[in-house]
């Protein structure tokens, strides 16, 4: 063909452009991202809205009850999920495929903005989160010391949390846990009751002698001045002394009514590191920031904000998730470098012919990384799916490339020129090449166009694969023709008759002789060949279709074991007393394939939507019952890491006490009843790990992370009123639950009593582990009925009352008092 003429007659033409190809596909694998999987966009949005104090019926009724409708009117929405806790109202709105998600947010935004007023006045402003797979928090801290928690929390919000937020691809640095200064006004009610004024208008009093106000400006001849009233507090002890007017005209200071103090907020929440108090610091890098840029920009400001701060100090990295990345990719560029390895190894113990290895050697790196180029042009980053798709291409790399020197070796045999053998080997041969490289691209290219979220996942699976094909029947016609022209010599198609390689093909003629004898045979018993063939095919999927329909299938046996007999008795016309044999096995293997499929008590081919990940991490979730205080449930935790601690290949331990981990939709549960462990494994043995002497293989975890979760719920057991629910943080739904049944209706008891017989026979089902329902009892209440009447008397209303109460349990957090651009 005239590409391949061309590269034989032009090679320095063709090494150019190869070149070429070899520099872009580099400059292009060194701007890829590094990540564990490729880019999923999933349609979903969030709304988070905080009303402090409110129990869950009010937080249904007054908030998320009218969010729900509001966004149901949004374009493209499919499903909408929401939480009603206490305190914390949670919609998730999940959209169509197609739905472009910044739209859609922006469009929740609007309709939320909309309702903003019909919202009770208390209301904090919604968050609209939009949930993005990329943009995940990626680093874990814990920062201990020894000094009061307050000051690491100061360190932590003025000082390590600016310098980390100015990282490339740091999207936003969240703190949590420690002391968080506050200035208390605690008023003293029977000094109110002696002024008569209400704890209300005290706040009042107070936030109107606490402000900056602008008052305008002067023009004084050629001069202008602003004018600015500057009356808020700059020292706490200001509070104390500030006096303000009482209903009859009397004026007093705060402290003769309040005692002022510089203290810090009521804990509702808590974290700990290594069974120790601390900050925790978690990063969350950009949607097009590479994790592991990011986790090492991170590690290095870490490690100068070590040498910077007060050696008591110390950063405790709980997680790193570019290390799992960093070794899933690893171990895949490890089994691609062995495949390929393996590969030119088999290829010159069939070749003999160490110059035609060295061809197959060249072109299947260069294949590979000319194919870094259009994945980079498509937007694919480096990760376990496309690293998976260039191992797997590797196997048709070579196939191009025997093909052709297998037949330019026919050409030299024959006393041709090592330049005509290469154009006519790969003349002859050109359209059958094309026509099996096209086969490929079919086979894979479609799955790129898969629909829905897997179609997403495996999209760069299949255009990398039919991409690397295509670069190996380019170089299949160019670069291997023209190498081979250029190093073979006439008679390289001789086999050797003596020494290893004659051994070698000796033992390769055995082969073909015991080959053709069975040829022969399965040529004249064709039927009997065909028969079996396509039996043992439906036996197979006989024996998949028992183990999950189980004897619910039994009535179709009779039915396939007739069309055995029926094609048997076809055999029998033709062979006889071998055509019975047959026969007769293939009726009895019918019953045998559903008997071992019912047998096995379960799916023989398990189904999911991406496979299981060990990423060294282990959950934890613990529940106390409603109403459970902050310190029940961290003595509670405090048991659990006490036996965590024990287990040999955990490391690290971080945990949260409060809430729950948000999980895929961002429901989580709030309250101090609630407390979450992320524990961090040791680092996993990889592939590379295992086969390098050099490595100190002590310090590595041989055992996966579900094994690690199994031994740890045996060592924490049951622990008294509580629930604790352990698993292994795998794939893309973390340590959550695989598989959740959501039952509709308006009656919530009725609902409750449904759920609950639903959840009573999971728990009786084999094999599932930590079965729950959303539906929680709530935490002991006090309710308060406001005589109206006796209300009315001294001129009061429900509100007034109901803000009144609120502000002498809650306090009131409007007025805010600024130190240094700090607000406390």
Not at 82 to 110: C, K, P, W
Not at 333 to 347: I, Y
Not at 748 to 760: D, M
Request: aromatic share 8%; glycine share 8%.
């Amino acid at each position: 063909m005239w590409l391949t003429s061309v590269s034989i007659r032009r090679p320095v033409f063709i090494l150019m452009v190869v070149s070429a190809l070899i520099v872009l596909g580099l400059n292009s694998v060194g701007k890829m991202n590094l990540e564990l999987n490729p880019k999923v966009d999933f349609p979903f949005v969030s709304v988070m809205t905080t009303y402090p104090g409110a129990g869950p019926e009010e937080i249904e009724s007054q908030v998320t009850k009218k969010i729900e409708d509001a966004v149901a009117s949004v374009n493209g929405v499919k499903t909408i999920t929401s939480s009603s806790q206490e305190g914390v109202s949670a919609v998730s709105i999940e959209f169509n495929l197609g739905v472009d998600d910044d739209t859609a947010a922006a469009d929740v935004r609007e309709k939320v903005s909309a309702i903003r007023e019909a919202l009770p006045l208390d209301v904090r402003e919604p968050v609209i989160l939009k949930f993005d797979a990329n943009s995940q928090p990626v680093v874990y801290y814990g920062l201990t010391g020894n000094r009061p928690s307050r000051d690491i929390r100061d360190i932590a919000d003025n000082i390590i949390k600016p310098r980390l937020s100015k990282i490339p691809g740091v999207a936003a640095v969240n703190i949590t846990g420690g002391d968080v200064r506050e200035i208390s006004v605690d008023v003293r009610k029977e000094r109110l009751d002696a002024y008569g004024v209400s704890i209300n208008e005290l706040v009042q009093l107070i936030k109107a002698n606490n402000l900056n106000f602008p008052a305008g400006h002067i023009v004084e001849g050629n001069r202008e001045y602003n004018v600015r009233v500057v009356g808020e507090f700059t020292d706490p002890r200001q509070i104390a002394e500030t006096r303000v007017r009482m209903p009859n005209g009397q004026t007093v200071k705060v402290a003769d009514i309040a005692d002022v103090r510089d203290t810090v907020e009521e804990r509702r929440d808590l974290s700990r590191i290594n069974r120790k108090d601390s900050v925790a610091i978690v990063i969350q890098k950009t949607s097009e920031g590479n994790t592991v840029d990011v986790a090492r920009g991170v590690r290095a400001e870490v490690d100068r904000l070590e040498r910077e701060l007060p050696r008591d100090i110390d950063f405790v990295l709980n997680q790193d998730l570019s290390v799992n990345v960093e070794n899933s990719v690893e171990d895949v560029k490890t089994s691609l470098f062995l495949g390929s390895f393996l590969a030119v190894v088999v290829v010159f113990l069939f070749l003999h012919n160490i110059r035609g290895t060295f061809i197959v050697a060249i072109a299947i790196p260069t294949s590979i990384l000319a194919t870094f180029l259009p994945m980079y042009a498509f937007g694919f980053t480096l990760n376990g799916m496309t690293m998976l798709a260039l191992s797997l291409a590797v196997g048709i790399l070579v196939d191009d490339s025997i093909v052709v020197l297998e037949n330019i070796y026919r050409h030299l045999a024959r006393g041709e020129e090592p330049i005509e053998a290469a154009i006519n080997g790969r003349s002859e041969i050109g359209l059958a090449a094309i026509t099996i490289t096209l086969v490929d691209c079919v086979v894979f290219l479609p799955i790129a166009f898969m629909g829905g979220i897997v179609g997403q996942f495996f999209r760069s699976f299949g255009i990398t694969v039919a991409t690397a094909t295509l670069f190996s029947l380019f170089m299949s016609f160019t670069l291997t023709p023209m190498l081979a022209s250029r190093w073979y010599r006439a008679g390289e198609g001789v086999e050797p008759k003596g020494g290893i390689f004659g051994v070698i093909n000796a033992f390769y003629h055995w082969l073909d002789r015991i080959y053709r004898a069975v040829l022969e045979r399965a040529l004249r018993y064709r039927g009997v060949v065909v028969y079996t063939g396509t039996g043992l095919l439906f036996l197979i999927f006989i024996t998949i279709a028992a183990s999950v329909a189980g004897t619910a299938m039994a009535g179709a046996l009779p039915t396939l074991a007739g069309l055995f007999i029926v094609f048997g008795i076809l055999l029998l016309w033709r062979y006889r007393i071998l055509g019975l044999m047959v026969t007769g096995a293939g009726v009895a293997a019918v019953f045998l394939a559903f008997a071992l499929g019912a047998a096995a008590g379960r799916p023989l081919l398990l189904f999911r939507f991406a496979p299981d990940q060990d990423q060294g991490q282990v959950s934890v979730i613990g529940e106390l019952p409603a109403g459970t205080s902050l310190d029940r449930t961290v003595r509670v935790a405090k048991q659990v890491e006490d036996v965590v601690a024990q287990v040999e290949d955990v490391e690290n331990i971080f945990t949260a006490v409060g809430a729950t981990s948000a999980g895929f939709r961002g429901l989580a549960n709030v309250g101090p009843q609630y407390f979450t462990m992320s524990l961090k494994l040791r680092d996993k043995m990889g592939l590379g790990d295992s086969i390098n002497p050099f490595v100190d293989k002590s310090k590595l975890r041989k055992r996966p992370d579900t094994q690690v979760a199994d031994e740890l719920r045996r060592r924490v057991g049951q622990v008294p009123g509580a629930t604790i629910k352990i698993a292994a943080v795998t794939g893309f739904g973390g340590g959550g639950a695989a598989l959740q049944v959501d039952i509709l209706g308006y009656d919530i008891p009725q609902l409750t009593r449904l759920g609950s017989q639903v959840l009573k026979a999971f728990k009786e089902e084999p094999g599932v582990l930590n079965p729950d329902i959303s539906t929680r009892i709530g935490k002991p209440e006090q309710r308060i009925e406001v005589d109206r009447d006796k209300a009315a008397a001294y001129g009061l209303s429900v509100a007034q009352v109901s803000a009144a109460l609120r502000t002498s349990l809650e306090g009131d957090e409007s007025i805010v008092f600024r130190e240094r651009g700090n607000e406390y």
